[in-house]
């Protein structure tokens, strides 16, 4: 990408505040023709011009990233209570929305994990900023009247800065306002575990505002992390916020309680939740708890039912299905891909192993539908060779550093029981080093952020991932003490390691934590760090909704095999039209066929 000299331009939305709030919406407002002066478009793909800074993928396995997010992990356990908004927003207005249908139907869009790199992120923005898509299996699907976006908006943490870069900025710039005379499309989220590492503070502030409620062309309606939205024909979205998969606030309890009054007997409701605990209830039978007593205590009694409940949080698309409800994964939205190959072929929901005393009754649901299938992602896995080194340099260089100091504290010992008396090596205590790489192989097989409790296997395979690093620095060692290094004076030989060993040692060490990866990710260990330590940005997804007038919801699991990477600023356009045109084609298709629920 080439920036073009040119004189900054306001970034801003031209087109102003939309209303917002509660009451039936149909179209939404309206727009008037702006002035021409309001018409500035970026010439170029200048930060300055845009307002906002593309951003790369972020490199989840750099070595201050790990530590930060283990830290957060660890902070967000110990005090999150304290860090929880949520019983605040009461004093917030508890409005429950209403949006009717457009021309007899009302269309659906649902993203969730985009707020990761430009590339991928804008890909999927610009798709579904379009007024219409053209996909391979469906024909032409109009736009959403909403968007709902479904956690993890912003990675690696929630910052004003990193939403303006990574999720509002992007967006803005796929569509910067609507056409004259037609309405805007309302735009609802929910927090994922991301939006949380800052206790919501910079995700109330963007998606729950009292003013200037619009994001580029659409609007924001939602005054909490958690929203009731009654829709046409008998169906209603309910969103609700878990904060890290623990107990729904009482707040939160009452404005559904509120929400819930309206529904009737066969009301039906589309359950957005920020995790699929229904899959993770595998590997930790409370992760699903809170999901059913909000099920059980708020949506049950009034005779209403949830034939679909969907969520984000994995990077992929998948569904599980039984004749009464839908259970549905799409987390495809511009973060890294999650591997799809390891997904349980049968689930039982709620989870045989609860402790919950009132469970609802278990039912058996099968795997309906993945993107990437199967096979597909086993491939990705074996990717992992050559993307670990690259998309994460930093991780190549800590283990690089981590293997010079454990040859040379080897390479001391096997000297000093040659020569007692040969002081010339750097002095490292062997049994330190040895400690220390066993000890980070047994956290790495189970990192803090990794849900679900440790097994044998994770001890297993992280000790055997440890003591092959120490193997790699003896044999290393060796190698060593037969180079010229070695016999110059001191500290020579210790700078020579640095500079010689240490990178060729990192790049040896990550190829083989890269067996490790897809050794650990066939007994479903490390399967996250052996996709997050990709990056991969292509198989890309979003779902696409159509309420009909005869009252049927249609799912349209809309697929994006390969990502642009390449754009250009259109400054020309027409001042709705992307600000950001790709080079490349976007080609969609249907994941799998369209699903219709009656």
Known sequence: MTDEPSTPAPAADPAGPGPAGPGPAGPGPVDPAPPAAEHHRPR?????????????????????????????????????????????????????????????????????????????????????????????????????????????????????????????????????????????????????????????????????????????????????????????????????????????????????????????????????VPEPTWVKAVGDPQAYDAVDYFLRTVIEPTGARVPLMISGDQHHYARYANPDRQLITCGGGGAYLSATHKLPERITVPPVDTLARNASPQRDYELAGRYPDAA??????????????????????????????????????????????????FSIPLVAMVVLTLAASVVFAKPPSASGARHSRHWLLGLGHGVAHIALAWVGALIWLELPFVD???????????????????LVASQLTAGYLVLAGAFDVNLNELFAGQGIEDSKCFIRMRIAADGSLTLYPVAVDRVCRRWRADPQAPAHAPWIVPEQPLATRLAEEPITIR
């Open 376 to 425: 597909r992602s086993r491939r990705y896995s074996w990717g992992i060779f050559h993307r670990l080194p690259r998309r994460n340099p930093g991780f190549a260089t800590l283990l690089g550093t981590l293997q010079t100091l454990l040859m040379l504290a080897v390479a001391g010992v096997i000297v000093s029981w040659a020569d007692p008396d040969n002081q010339r090596l």
């Open 488 to 506: 110059w004076p001191w500290p020579l030989p210790v700078v020579a390691a640095a500079v010689v060993y240490g990178p060729v040692a990192g």
């Open 44 to 272: 170029s793909l200048d930060p300055r011009e845009l307002g906002f800074t593309p951003r790369p993928p972020v490199p989840w396995l750099a070595p201050m990233l790990l530590l930060s997010t283990g830290l957060r992990t660890l902070l967000a356990t110990l005090f999150g209570a304290y860090l929880d908004k949520r019983e605040l927003q009461g004093a917030l207005p508890g409005d429950v929305h209403h949006h009717d249908a457009v021309d007899g139907e009302l269309w659906i869009d649902y993203v969730a994990d985009l707020g990761d790199g430009f590339p991928a992120t804008y890909s999927l923005a610009y798709l579904l900023a379009q007024p219409e898509l053209d996909v391979d299996g469906a024909g032409r699907l109009r736009r959403g009247d909403l968007l709902v976006m479904g956690g993890d908006q912003v990675y690696p943490a929630a910052s004003g800065e990193a939403y303006e870069d990574r999720s509002k900025g992007p967006y803005q710039a796929a569509f910067p306002k609507p056409p004259v005379g037609q309405p805007r499309p309302t735009l609802y989220a929910i927090p994922g575990n991301h939006d949380w590492y800052d206790g919501l503070t910079a995700f109330l502030r963007l998606f729950a505002r009292r003013r200037d409620a619009t994001i580029g062309g659409w609007r924001t309606e939602q005054k909490r992390s958690y929203f009731a939205t009654r829709l046409p024909n008998d169906w209603w979205l309910f969103a609700i916020d878990e904060q890290f998969g623990a107990y729904l606030d009482d707040p939160q309890l009452i404005y559904f309680e509120k929400a819930a009054e309206q529904l009737k007997p066969g009301d039906r409701v589309i359950l957005a």
